[in-house]
């Protein structure tokens, strides 16, 4: 039944093609002509460049060109441009070069570029570029970079700083005079490699002769990648067709505008061919951006009774060695304004200071700022209640903001939407048995066992967002989405979107909106994204946004149809307008259902035009703009059961209880699916995952031997529950449910781990919580300190 | 200096004359056109690339194609006959075993070897079977699933 197709675990639509290897990712492309492009890397962090020579590699086989930055600007090329420049802080936007002039500033940063005929030719002739470098003192480290006489990476940013930025509500100051206690912690947010399972491509096709650009890549918005390569490479935005096809993940990696995707460009259009570039999974890890990376000095303060009255917090962002496209925009507003959590906190203050280092590039990882938050957040809450020893449960309760429906005011700025923290905590207690397993806590523990149990009731910003904000917080585009809805004469029907999913379900999600509202078959609807020449202008996919901004447009277009559809039934049945109901799939006089025109009828009469309203425009297709009015803020609870082996240190996920709230559900088993995967992408970062640089800027987790992505083993199965909130700032009443996973279940395992460790007198230790640390920290605990 | 090899892919006899150093998921994927085997990294650990060599799991980025000289190939596009998915690529469409789609054929081709060794796999032979395939989407869960439906499928076929 179309109309119960909302809320129905209906299987994915774009699955087929992905299950039988027909579906095309960007390296399967290959077009008459293509060349391969491959990139020079410095291996220093920090060098000048004396000197590059080229013309060895230039006479090898199969080179049809080799290039350096110089080359680039000479064509033309500018500077990467950074899209957000967070107001009222003072960045500082050095230039970018695609390729590195005179100086590079990370292990990674380009040098040259060689085009060949073959893969293997052009990284062949990569190795043979000859790079003259004289090496720079390098600083990997945030806040030792602000330091006096550390290496200065761009002149512009003294200091290395590239930003301060503040976020201040009430009286911080007086609330920590009238404290009971006050706890202080510092965090290290480690850094973590996205891993996207597809690394990441480009493939350019300049035409000279009409002066036109196509450019297939792998990026979560081709919208905007066409916007920011009309600037660095100087083609008109309308010449410029940008093709995100099958794309293999994002994780926020794929958002930014690249390097590699102006060199492509450049090199088809002086070599007048086709370029690819495919990187390699060693390559990715320095090229690609990375994530998280915060040093924080965290200050919580309460009184007696557990009621928390400040929040005081000095960050060190490590933005890397130069600004990716949303990379201030990540520690700031999607960090700095989420301080509350699912806390009444009063009075909140923050510094951030963004800072330059010879590093990978920062930008935004799945959760991006808000994990960083998060975690901060439900740390202190536990720091407190462990010093009042109350229970993690009792402190929570103490301070959630009550349930609200239409949005509640929150010290540092924002309105969240609606909420019920306390029902959803409730919920996940009811399916752990939280009295029951405290009390088997106490057996085991008079055992000897080092057993756990950890929380996270969090709250998160998504839905990007209304533009006039993204405007206000310095966002370099607007956030609205859009929506095409076309039936043809068959009653079939094409929807094209602005948005860019990648895994997200979205074909599938969208096809049961139209279903559920116009009475048309699931399978009768397509859903086209990810082409600019196709699809109507549209800001992506990330800040899970795709279903809570997309849908917005989705039911507006829907809307507009269904006027329309009331019009030609009102024609075609000889009566008023005004008197046509619909209902079900079925337009029909207002009493008399029995003499009905379906949505096919009307898109049959609609695009023949026969017997037809006069005057009314022919065809069956709507588009429509949506802003929302907000952004959304799902919530929930996580929580940990863990054991830890005191003689390994190794740590046991015994059970995992996630309740969510992304409002209305439109496919739960998507749902659940984008929670599981979120879910191991946060323990991944308490348990397994950190970049490491040595100390001459060297990638040391520099390919998937050293860098720990999650295995299939070692998860106990998740028990998910749900309960739904409606938000009132989109038609659905829909978030976003693509980050929560990940923003909650790192601080629930870190909490149990410590939880667990407790009676050793073991309080800190230093994220990821691998066997070596927790053992050197047991062995170094002092019991009842 | 070319080699020449013999290959059957998918059932098909192929023959041509190879470089020493062309990686098996590349003349798959560049020689033959089949791009469903994917690469996702350069050091063996994703397993994106795996396919069943004479019908044992292998990940072509670690195998030369003068290695496979001889050998039968089945890459994801030979696992549906005749139009009707295998059962295990029916399992994962059913269980929501894929998001991005990215690692799927790997992973599906190493489910295929593993049931081949133990039709009725436990959740831990499973996960443990999968170590060397990474999924960055699914946290696993429904992969699992989809394995122990796609068993239960084909000790029923």
Known sequence: MAANAFGAAIKRREDPRLLTGQARYTDDFTLPGMAHLAVVRSPYAHARIKGISTKKAAAMKGVLGVFTGRDMKDAGFGGIPCAWVVPGSDTKTPAYPPIAIDLVRYAGNAVAIVVATDRYLARDAAEAVEVDYAPLPVVTDAEKATAKGQPQLHAEAPGNQCFHWKVSGGDVEAAFRSADVVVKERIINQRLIPNAMEPRAALAQYMSGAGELTLWVTSQNPHIVRFLLSLDTGIPENKIRVIAPEVGGGFGSKIPHYPEDAMVVFASKTLGCPVKWTETRSENYRSTIHGRDHIQDVEMAAKKDGTIVGLRAKVWANLGAYLSTASTGIPTILHGLMLSGAYEIKNIHEDVYGVFTNTTPTDAYRGAGRPEATFMVERLVDLVAQKLKMDPVEIRKKNFIPPFTDGHPVATGLVYDSGNYIGALEKALQMLDYPGLRRKQVERRKKGELVGVGFSTYAEICGLGPSQVAGAVGFGGGLWESAIVRFHPSGKVNVFVGISPHGQGEETTFAQIVSSELGVPVEDVEIFHGDTAQTPMGWGSYGSRSTPVGSGALMGAIGKIKEKARIVTAHLLEAAVEDIDYEDGKFFVKGAPAKSKTIQDVALMANVAWNYPSGLEPGLEASAFFDPSNFVYPFGTHIAVVRVDAETGEIKLERYVAVDDCGRVINPMIVEGQIHGGIVQGIGQALWEGAAYDENGQLLTGSMMDYVVPKADGFPVFELGMTETPTKVNPLGVKGIGETGTIASTPAIYNAVMDALAPLGVGKIDMPLTPERVWRAIRSAKPGK | ?157
């Open chain 2, 1 to 157: 200096m070319q080699y020449p090899v013999s290959i059957t892919v998918n059932g098909v006899p192929r023959k041509h004359p190879v470089e020493a150093r062309l990686l098996l998921v590349h003349y798959l994927r560049e020689t033959l056109g089949l791009t469903g085997t994917n690469v996702g990294c350069d050091t063996s650990q994703c397993g994106s690339c795996t396919v069943l060599l004479d019908g044992k799991a292998v990940k072509s980025c670690t195998v030369l194609t003068v290695q496979a000289d001889g050998a039968k190939i089945t890459t994801i596009e030979g696992l549906a006959k005749n139009g009707k998915l295998h059962p295990l690529q029916d399992a994962f469409w059913a269980k929501h075993g894929l998001q991005c789609g990215f690692c799927t054929p790997g992973m599906i081709l190493t489910a295929c070897d593993l049931l081949a060794k133990n039709p009725k796999p436990t959740d831990a032979e499973i996960r443990h079977g999968l170590d060397g395939n990474l999924c960055r989407c699914t946290g696993y869960q429904n992969i699992v699933a989809a394995v122990r439906e796609g068993a239960a499928r084909m000790a029923k076929a």
